[in-house]
């Protein structure tokens, strides 16, 4: 037995005899590297106790595990007799483990993580070499400097050169000589109201005193178990409820005076946790309030996702049913004459805004009855009448095998091109689901943003798009600023808000033609789609459709190209996005003609048509070499045909260009899109559509004898190839052109 001591405390004692002062210093080197790794995947992975309790105990963990594993291994290796500095060798073996650990766990691709904990780990020794350098009595000043100077230099070029991305630099997209924004007050400018804030909540919780002691009305408890499986210990303990009795949180800026006022509410996506997202909204709110709406923001931080438990399994139908509860317990304090809600409320003038998973979820609650029709606790949703919904970069997936269909609802999504988390344009799918009587004025819009990212619309979630780890590979060098981009949010939904909720005409424009808005949007691409009941589609494209005969007697000819199929459109990750349209391609030159009927004319067109609506996407990616330099922009010409005789022919540059594809490089380092999210990253590009809208009485200026309530044959003709585009929709609207 004491032998057998003795020899382990021999073997001990080697395990650092090839260990000098120099590597004992890059051994150093290691530890700190490994440390700040660890600490930065701490910020990634809160407790939610505070920071300085995660510094402490991240950094707690990281010595005692540092210690243990490098002593470990050392060990082993003398039992082997390696001649090498084994306590150095442990180290570069504990933070290229750690390191892989920690972006494994973050979900980033295996061959990516493997590669990136190499370079880490030897970057560590790197550290470790130099300062032993920098700290050497026997190294010259002059020396120290080169070593100190050139490492620096070379780190800066690796970042700023990385970083930049094969994208078009911002400038306002789309202009065109003699084009006159609107000239009305700006909407992101605050309005006439005087407002106040106050919060209703539980009165209960635990890490927010606006919700508990500080709640100026005490707000009911909801039984959701009905909607989950399993309400975690973890989960209890933090929060201080289970499933049985979820909290109706809210932060309400309310307008002064004399209501009943519209009311707005905002609800965050999923963010981790413990770093709440409630009061992300606050610009938005204080805008609101001060142009006549009741804005408030949501809580549902505990339905969000935790490293330590998780999310709860059917989280899409939670949130829905979350907001819907927010609504009824309005309705509540509405009739308690003590209530600051007391007869404020219009509750049949109804927006509701939801970001990411929230964007969703506020669908979801204005078609309830497809998820909640059999809920006997929503039933005080038949006096509550939802008339617009907004999408922030929203999801978009499938629940229960249903997703949420808008008819005769205002509908308006924004997304970003740089969105480094809901990567595919994925609200143009709910776009495509709205719909609208015929005549109806209501309508649904979009933009689509070619500098915004993912979390910059909320306050609370920071620059990145994701939280350390994996936020520290994105790029944000072709980003806008945070304020440049929510001065988007505002003036939008604004514009949408007063339009929707307050009957205000004079913002329509801008939804129609993103340009009418130039003198308040900051410099950026953009891409936008506008339409009401009063169009009239001429080619409904679906699935395995005739590509030449449609059901409202029009035809179509084409000739020339190279490709000419009807497809469904699919975003970055290859799914499909319930868009059908026409794809075209062609060489040199090509031309599609859609022939009307006299019967579409005396049938379905009982209105005189005042513009032509094509809707189409720029595919310049799918071109052959389109990766190695940018594509030729198309020309495009349009003629219309009247009468059978009369004919004028213009080019699309006079109305609005044809904008070139949005190409977004999302990682530092470009080559790392293929490979760090496992393909989430490795599309540059989707199809994305711009409504272009030719005002009728263009044409007749260049020809008197042009009647555009006589239009018998339309033609686009495409020259300046190759080229591809895809057109979603093309017709006719009724309404008066400005």
Sequence with gaps: MSKGFAWVKRRLAETSIHDTSFWRVVTAGSWLAAGAAVIIAGLGNPTGLGFIFDLFIYSALH?????????????????INLPIPRLFASSLLYTGCTVYLILYHAKLNILFSVMIAIVYSLAGAVLG???????????????????GILPAAFCLFLLFSSSTANIIQPTFSGDVDGFVPLQVENPAEPGSYA????????GRDKHRKEFGSGAKLLSSSVDASAYIDEWSWVRKIFWGFTEKNLPLNGRVWMPEGKGPFPLVLMVHGN?????????????????????????ISIDQNFLNYSSWSGIPEHDMTLRAWVLIHHLLQIQTFQNMPDSPFYQQVDLQRIALIGHSRGGQAAAM????????????????????????????????????GKTAVLHNMYYLVLHGAQDGDVTSFKGDRQYARSSYANGSERFKASLYIGEANHSQFNTDWGKT????????????????????QREIAKVYISAFLQTALRGNEQYIQLFRDYRYG???????????????????QLTEFKRNSDKTTFAKDVSVEADGFTLWTVEEAK????????????????DEAGSYSMVVSDSFRDDTLTNRPESLIVSMANLEKDLPGSRNEPAPIPKIEVEVETGGTVSVRMPLDRFMPLSPQIYTKYTRIPWFDDIMRNGKYSESAEPVFQTYELPLHSFKQLNADFQPEDITKITLYFSGGPGKVMIDDIGLMTYPAP
């Design 465 to 484: 798009d994701s939280l350390p780890p994996r936020g520290l590979f994105l790029n944000r060098s072709n980003t806008m600023d945070a304020s440049s």
């Design 571 to 586: 975003d970055r990750r290859g799914y499909k996005k319930g868009i059908h349209g026409v794809v075209l391609a062609w």
């Design 365 to 400: 609650a204005a078609d309830y009855t497809k998820w909640f029709a059999q809920d006997s606790s929503v039933a005080g949703m038949a006096g509550i009448d939802i008339q617009a919904v907004i999408g922030i970069a929203p999801t978009d997936k499938r629940v229960d």
């Design 63 to 79: 010595v005692i595990a540092f210690f243990l594993f490098t002593r470990v291994a050392a060990f082993l290796q003398t039992l």
């Design 271 to 295: 963010h981790r946790m413990e770093y709440f997202s409630d009061n992300g909204y606050g610009y938005l709110g204080e805008l609101l309030a001060s142009r006549g709406f009741i804005a």
């Design 195 to 202: 407002y106040r804030y106050f919060t209703y909540g539980s």
């Design 129 to 147: 070499i130099l300062f032993n350098f920098l700290t050497s009595n026997k190294i010259t000043l002059q020396r120290k400097l080169v070593l």
């Design 518 to 536: 130039r003198d308040w949007l900051p410099h950026a691409q953009y891409f936008s789609r506008f339409e009401n009941g009063q169009f009239i």
